[in-house]
């Protein structure tokens, strides 16, 4: 195979990585191309190791074992179920430090520009868990957008009548945000959740 082949080949694999045009997949394959072969094997190697090692696990979450730790983690309170759209999103939250309970990841939101139902997701899990796990309240944290919004709305009224609370992460203005300069959705939202002091 010829080196330029080769190149166009390693070229188009990185541009099909999100986030990664043209001019970004070019110095990517450059810098690779001027990095010593050790280097190389080195990404090559975390990348088959992240593919055959990491996995789902029963609430859609990355796991490396049987569970994810957070699964596993007995202190965590388990009548609460955060639902959110991807196992990303499990990590920003996790990073605040302020909730302390389960989780369930969707695998994405309903979207019906892009064909994507209820049925596409992990929905009828998390109804199932709901069924047989002792659940006070769901917390829907899906992002503040419209098909977020579409999601929450959806899985609200599927769960209320289970007789489970179902609450929405807050929405609102950002800390050292300015009034002036946010959108009138977003300041109704922070109307809306308005809390005593």
Known sequence: MSADRSLQILLDELGRLPGIGPKSAQRIAYHLLEADAEEARRLADAI?????EVHFCSCFNYATGDE???CEDSSRDR???????EPRDVSAIERTGSYRG????LGGVISPMDKIGPEQLHVRELLARLGTEDIDEVIIATNPNIE??????????????????????????????DLEYADELTLGRAIEARRAL
Not at 48 to 52: E, G, H, Q, R
Not at 102 to 105: P, Q, S
Not at 154 to 170: D, E, S, W
Request: with cysteine; hydrophobic share 45%.
């Open 48 to 52: 088959l190791m992240v593919k055959s």
């Open 79 to 85: 009548g609460r179920i955060c639902v959110v759209g």
């Open 148 to 177: 977020g919004e579409t999601t929450a709305s959806y899985l609200a009224r599927t769960i209320k009548p289970l007789g489970i609370t179902v609450t929405r992460l807050a929405s609102g203005l950002p800390v050292g945000g």
């Open 102 to 105: 389960l989780y369930h990841v």
């Open 68 to 70: 994810c730790a957070i």
